[in-house]
């Protein structure tokens, strides 16, 4: 299978104006012939255009899935290729709640590279995990606008302890504690149960189902992927090992199906997709081995400039931060 620099020779060489689709269609269709299975590639492309709005999971993403799911034998189950930042829980949670009703939990889970945040919620949702060396889960603690709400609840009670022992340092605390509103300590504590209880849930349904000690197992590892004092920021990148250590069923990607070429195929995929992003408006793709995919791509503006203006085309182009949707069938 291509290596990344070969995947993009294939690509610069493919004399055909949708060559980015095209080549990586061919290789999901290639790891459909492999594994019989479903498959579903969703990918964000935030690592190339950091900042970009709804890279992230959200509720939109769930018009992709039914537009990919339509048509597929669902009796050959899914896989579901992930490379995602994480996102929006309750889009993940009702994302989840939808895919098991297609599929039941005949799901696999397969990170090429990154599946973080509720991207890891997803994959523990699946029966297993199929990851490499180079692939890695996130902690599950939830954050608000970006912070980390156990690092909020950990500000108050540090503040409540210094109060009590020094009451002097009271004024500082007042500054620091007042920028949040009322009831924001509540809904820090509120959104980290519902983290808990989500996964804590998912795989005492799907990937323990079947194993007498399901809660005890499923506990340990919630405790684990929602443990701030452990895994220190949220941002932290969780290896094959970590994962195995608290009791995840991974499959390490190389040496599954390994007559196959299953793991080549696999990062032939990954590839692809990273050449799309780096090479098109693409932020965020949802797409099966039948070529139907919803593609988000940002939305580019000219902006015609008075006359004489120095140091500036007259066309300059501005890139702004609306996002487009593109169904496309194959």
């Not at 702004?320 to 949707?325: E, I, M, P, R």
Request: proline share 5%; hydrophobic share 35%.
């Amino acid at each position: 299978m291509p290596s990344w620099d070969e995947v993009l020779t294939e690509i610069r060489q493919c004399n055909r104006p949708d060559a980015l689709d095209f080549v990586r269609r061919k290789y999901l269709k290639k790891l459909f012939e492999i594994t019989g299975r479903n498959i579903i590639a969703y990918y964000s492309g935030w690592l190339q255009k950091p900042g970009i709005k709804n890279a992230g999971i959200n509720d939109d993403d769930k018009n992709g899935f039914m537009a990919t799911i339509h048509g597929l034998d669902r009796s050959k189950g899914l896989d579901l290729i992930l490379h995602t930042p994480g996102g929006n829980i309750a889009a993940a949670d009702s994302l989840v709640n939808y895919l098991r009703k297609m599929f039941g939990t005949d799901i696999r889970a397969i990170v090429p590279q990154l599946a973080m945040s509720a991207g890891t919620m997803i994959a523990c949702s699946c029966k297993e995990i199929i990851m490499g060396k180079q692939s890695s889960l996130g902690p599950i603690d939830p954050q608000f606008n970006g912070i980390p709400v156990h690092g909020v609840i950990e500000e108050f009670e540090r503040a409540i302890k210094e109060v009590k022992e020094h009451p002097e340092s009271i004024p500082i605390w007042q500054i620091i504690v007042g920028k949040y509103h009322p009831t924001f300590i509540g809904e820090c504590q509120n959104s980290i149960e519902w983290s808990k209880e989500i996964v804590q849930n998912w795989l005492e349904t799907g990937m323990f189902k079947d194993d007498a000690e399901r809660v005890k197992k499923a506990q340990i590892i919630v405790d684990g992927l929602n443990n701030h004092k452990d895994t220190k920021t949220h941002e932290r990148h969780i290896p094959i090992e970590e994962c195995e250590k608290l009791g995840l069923k991974v499959i390490p990607l190389e040496v599954y199906m390994k007559e196959k070429n299953f793991q080549d195929c696999v990062l032939t995929i990954h590839h692809s997709y990273m050449h799309t992003f780096s090479s098109s408006g693409a932020f965020k793709i949802i797409e099966n081995h039948k070529g139907i995919a919803m593609i988000q791509q940002q939305m580019q503006q000219i902006i015609q400039l008075p006359q004489g203006i120095q140091g500036l085309p007259l066309n300059f182009p501005s890139i702004n931060n609306d996002n487009g949707n593109t169904v496309i069938p194959g």
